[in-house]
């Protein structure tokens, strides 16, 4: 398991008021990719849906966030929104810009794609940054890839493609990062 502690509070982070834990009782975890309305608010929600179903949220403060910032501010795509709910996933959050400040307050930051792992890796290198970073992908043992294609560009078939990907490799994630009993 990854130690962790709580960032400080922001609007999309709220999970059973993780602020009001004790810091070293719950691990946050940040999903990023480049505009931050279809993969990382879809990562987001799956996990926050696992993480209830096993009884842990209030072990996790989970957020999700874009390199860019073109979409700051908007809800998922109505793609994302819709592919979730249709798996009784519910996806609340609103697009933000990663700040050099996540790379020290969240414990575990996974990108979708290389190119915003990249991206992340400078921005830690230079912010001095303490998270774990990576892919998502790798915590499904069955992926034929290691990155979650962005499916902006294309119909509802990806979305549910890409949902399925986010889900198989959220649940490894979480038993990566499972409490000990």
């Known amino acids: 398991m ?7 509070a922001l609007p999309s982070l709220p999970m059973d008021s993780p602020a009001s834990l ?15 309305i279809c993969r990382p608010p879809l990562a987001e929600g799956v996990f926050r849906h696992l993480v209830a179903e096993a009884g842990l949220a209030e072990r996790f403060v989970v957020d999700s966030a874009g390199t860019g910032a073109w979409h700051e501010g908007e809800p998922a795509d109505p ?10 996933v519910t996806l609340e959050g609103r697009a933000r810009q990663v700040v050099p400040d996540d790379l020290r307050r969240f414990d575990v930051v996974v990108a979708m794609d290389r190119d915003n792992l990249a991206v992340l890796e400078a921005i830690s290198s230079s912010a001095g940054g303490t998270a774990r970073l990576h892919l998502l992908r790798e915590f499904d043992p069955a992926a034929d890839g290691d990155e979650v294609p962005d499916p902006y560009y294309g119909g509802p078939h990806g979305f549910e493609k890409v949902y399925h990907m986010v889900h198989a490799a959220c649940e490894g994630l979480l038993r990566e990062l499972m409490p000990a009993p």
Request: charged share 5%; with cysteine.
């Open 22 to 36: 004790p810091a070293s009782s719950a691990t946050s975890v940040l999903f990023v990719c480049l505009g931050n």
């Open 2 to 8: 990854f130690a962790g502690h709580v960032p400080p």
């Open 79 to 88: 793609r994302s929104i819709q592919v979730a709910a249709a798996h009784g």
